[in-house]
């Protein structure tokens, strides 16, 4: 089994969320247009959801990966994680919490084997995992260092009309501010140009950057940020090659004319990239994580506990988020044939 035909893995994402019933639909509804995936999960509590919702999803167990692209035509695969889970569909345990991390553990040890092309990760809920000691920001850091990744990864947003990477996330607004820096904003520049290049094939990337404050700063009237922080970042790339544009006034990036000119928005803090993409496009937005040595891809939403169990949740974003990670592995197969 190559990575051009291996399977996409799918993680568990917290058992009270919605994981279970998205996936079972993905599968369901729109298997014929996607490349076969399996779920790493607990068997006993899919089928459960299965039944209770009268999803009528074949399951069936997947003990041997390369039997899994066969077996996808018939039922959904699972690959059992190898415990039970204690949730039910909109209850908030942190006892599931080691069975949600070991789903993710054993994701990363098939991809870097090479026994899935990419990996899907649902959703999960963070309160819980602090709870049991979990100790990253989030999905992104956990895996960074599962992969013994040195070089902190980077968040793109993407769909068919908008694409944004925050350069600072998940941190408080003044954090965030005092966070950035000329070689943050560097560095994450360069990792989205090699990854617009190599998974979504643009030869000669275009990357529009944010300012930070209104009207970019309006020339130091409105802070300095803009002036001794990001323009320099800019001149630097520029210097490397890079086609940067900016720092450009927020609210004027993203309407339809502007989207026109460049292929991925750089913007500073979390709420500057993700109001927009989610404005535009909230169910097919795919969060992509730029940076590990594997493809990661996942449904721009979170667990969703209110709604789990009541068969409303739509999977939208779940297969958008499985045709990307399928279509950056036929990507890079590609460029490594090239090159």
Not at 22 to 34: C, E, G, P, V
Not at 165 to 186: D, F, K
Not at 242 to 267: N, W
Not at 310 to 331: F, H, N, Q
Request: proline letters at 6%; hydrophobic letters at 45%; a negative charge.
């Amino acid at each position: 089994m190559t990575v051009q035909t291996a399977p996409v893995a799918i993680t568990m994402g917290d058992p009270g969320g919605i994981g279970a019933e998205i996936t079972l639909k993905s599968w369901r509804d729109h298997r014929a247009n996607l490349a076969p995936f399996y779920v790493i999960d607990d068997p006993i509590r899919l089928e459960r959801i299965n039944r209770q919702l009268n999803l009528n999803c074949a399951v069936a167990p997947a003990t041997a990966l390369d039997q899994v692209n066969d077996l996808f035509k018939e039922a959904l695969p699972v690959y059992d994680l190898g415990g039970r889970v204690i949730s039910l569909p909109g209850e908030v345990n942190a006892q599931d919490a080691p069975l949600v991390l070991k789903s993710i553990k054993i994701a990363v040890e098939h991809v870097c084997k090479g026994q899935a092309s990419a990996l899907v990760t649902n959703p999960v809920h963070k309160a819980s995992l602090y709870e049991s000691g979990f100790s990253y920001p989030g999905h992104t850091e956990f895996l960074a260092d599962l992969a013994s990744v040195e070089t902190e990864p980077v968040m793109m947003l993407a769909s068919d009309r908008l694409r944004v990477v925050p350069v600072t996330r998940h941190l408080a607004l003044g954090t965030a501010i005092s966070t950035l820096s000329e070689a943050l904003i560097v560095e994450t520049a360069e990792i989205t140009t090699r990854a617009l290049q190599r998974d979504f094939g643009i030869t000669a990337p275009r990357i529009s950057i944010a300012g930070l404050n209104p009207h970019a700063g309006e020339g130091g009237a409105m802070g300095r940020e803009d002036i001794d922080i990001i323009n320099p970042a800019i001149n630097k790339l520029i210097e490397q090659g890079v086609a940067v544009s900016g720092p450009l006034s927020a609210d004027t990036l993203f309407h339809d004319s502007a989207r026109e000119t460049y292929d991925a928005a750089l913007c500073m803090y979390h709420d500057q990239a993700l109001i927009p993409i989610k404005t535009l496009d909230f169910y097919t937005a795919v969060n992509v994580t730029l940076g590990l040595p594997f493809i990661r891809t996942s449904p721009d939403h979170g667990t969703a506990f209110d709604i789990a169990g009541t068969d409303v949740a739509t999977e939208i974003s779940l297969v958008a988020a499985i045709k990307m990670a399928s279509e950056i592995a036929r990507m890079r197969a590609q460029n490594d044939i090239r090159t």
